[in-house]
């Protein structure tokens, strides 16, 4: 069966230190795999797939197979990044499952 | 472009009670979705349409029903409102195929609903 589990409820980071958003998968294909960020009061938004292997906002994301793992790293975490994180496995037509996300706070 | 539009923002329904949430997409995308957003659960598919004319259950579809109305409109009609289904609903599109998987999804602003 297709699952996405990401452990941590709440990640509380300082400004300037690295965070890592861990993510997990089961799925039985070749996965195709995203995350997806809402900040405060705006809509859900692609963040990075990892078909691009490209870096966004300082974000990277790399998939292990071996590991069936595609964690979210920054090494530098800012205030703007709190957001509200989701990790999402794409399944046929494009459908999206998600993990639960996890709640990201940046303090000063 | 206004990109995924969906009204109502706010709703609050009684027991019982019907509605339908409007989502319309300017993007021209032939893949339409309803999720439902509930805390520490995620996001989770209520339905989907791959394209027009052609609607299917996601992972939580009992008490939704879906219309496809042409390309821009994708509609999610709650029949008989239950509290279980107080929740945020987003619609999303996307230009997906059945080999494409990796197109970026474009949510909507979301409706919080509530029923009592």
């Known amino acids: 069966a297709q699952r996405v589990t990401q452990p941590e409820k709440l990640l509380s980071v300082f400004k300037g230190a690295p965070v890592e958003l861990k993510c997990n998968y089961s799925y039985s294909g070749s996965p195709e795999l995203f995350w997806y960020v809402q900040y405060s009061r705006q809509r859900l938004q692609l963040l990075l797939r990892h078909i691009s292997r490209e870096s966004i906002k300082g974000f990277t994301a790399d998939l292990n197979k071996g590991e069936t793992s595609f964690h979210l790293k920054k090494p530098f975490a800012q205030e703007e990044d709190s957001a509200m994180y989701y990790c999402a496995l794409s399944g046929s037509w494009g459908k999206l499952q998600f993990g639960a996300g996890t709640q990201v706070v940046v303090t000063p | 472009n206004a990109g995924v539009t969906q009204t109502p923002k706010f709703q609050v329904l009684k027991t019982g009670q019907s509605m339908t949430l409007q989502c319309a997409q300017d993007?021209?995308?032939?893949?339409m979705y309803w999720y439902r957003q509930d805390p520490g659960m995620g996001l989770r598919l209520i339905y989907y349409?791959?394209?027009?004319?052609?609607?299917d259950k996601g992972e939580v579809p009992n008490g939704y029903n879906v219309s496809r109305l042409n390309k821009r409109e994708f509609s999610l009609r709650l029949e008989s409102a239950a509290p279980s289904q107080t929740s945020v609903y987003f619609c999303?599109?996307?230009?997906?195929?059945?080999?494409?998987?990796?197109?970026?999804?474009?949510f909507g602003p979301g409706t919080r609903l509530t029923v009592t």
């Open positions: 993007m021209n995308h032939n893949s």
């Open positions: 349409s791959a394209s027009e004319g052609t609607t």
């Open positions: 999303a599109s996307s230009d997906s195929g059945s080999v494409t998987r990796f197109y970026e999804q474009y």
